[in-house]
């Protein structure tokens, strides 16, 4: 599989861009937030972390290879996660990624079907989908986002809480903040049962 691509770029167009690399050109699948990123640099070298798949049905005989850019290989592992989800094919995922991923990864993660049902492609149902299958697992994507290995090792009885915020509606950045605040000042506090209402007190502004 070929992983990475570096070459001039030639062309780019409403979906894919043309890449030169010695006397080859490859045609460059792309997702909807890279076109304006790559528009600029028509002429220059460019390099995109790349995946293939092919179009085409096995029983159908007629297997096109594609491949697919992107600019950093942070974005292709989203895209990975992305298309994983059940409905969410290569191409409605490539149309559906029409702004920076940090804000989509936001949405899900604060479980905004509202902004995911503005992306093309994207109705409630598949909000809803994408929420329910990938909620909690894109925090490194999310803009809001700490470096993984600045982020807190929460206890089980910690990541129990967070769960239980996150799915009553609170946001997961935001959630992770009040439990260390509230394990720091009760650090009696074990369970999950006694750590959540210490953090709606945190957040009423009710000195705990």
Not at 10 to 23: C, F, M, P, W, Y
Request: charged residues 25%; glycine residues 10%.
């Amino acid at each position: 599989m070929i992983a990475r691509i570096e070459g001039k770029l030639l062309k780019v167009d409403t979906e894919t861009a043309l890449v030169q690399v010695g006397s080859i050109a490859y045609e460059v699948m792309l997702p909807g937030y890279c076109i304006g990123a790559l528009s600029e640099q028509i002429g220059a070298d460019v390099a995109l972390c790349t995946m293939e798949y092919y179009e085409g049905t096995l029983g159908g005989g007629n297997l096109i290879p594609r491949m697919i850019g992107f600019l950093n290989s942070g974005e292709r592992d989203f895209f990975t996660k992305f298309t994983s989800v059940k409905g969410m094919g290569i191409k409605k995922g490539l149309r559906a990624l029409s702004i920076p991923i940090g804000a989509i990864a936001d949405a899900i993660e604060n479980g905004d079907e509202k902004m995911l049902t503005a992306l093309p492609g994207v109705g409630k149902r598949m909000a809803q989908q994408i929420v329910a299958e990938l909620r909690g697992k894109l925090l490194t994507f999310a803009t809001g986002a700490e470096p993984t290995e600045a982020r807190p090792t929460f206890r089980p009885f910690q990541s129990e809480a967070l769960e239980i915020l996150v799915a009553w509606g609170e946001k997961r950045n935001e959630a992770m903040e009040l439990i260390e605040l509230a394990c720091q000042r009760h650090p009696d506090a074990t369970t999950a049962e006694a750590l959540v209402p210490l953090v709606y007190r945190l957040k009423q502004g009710i000195e705990v």
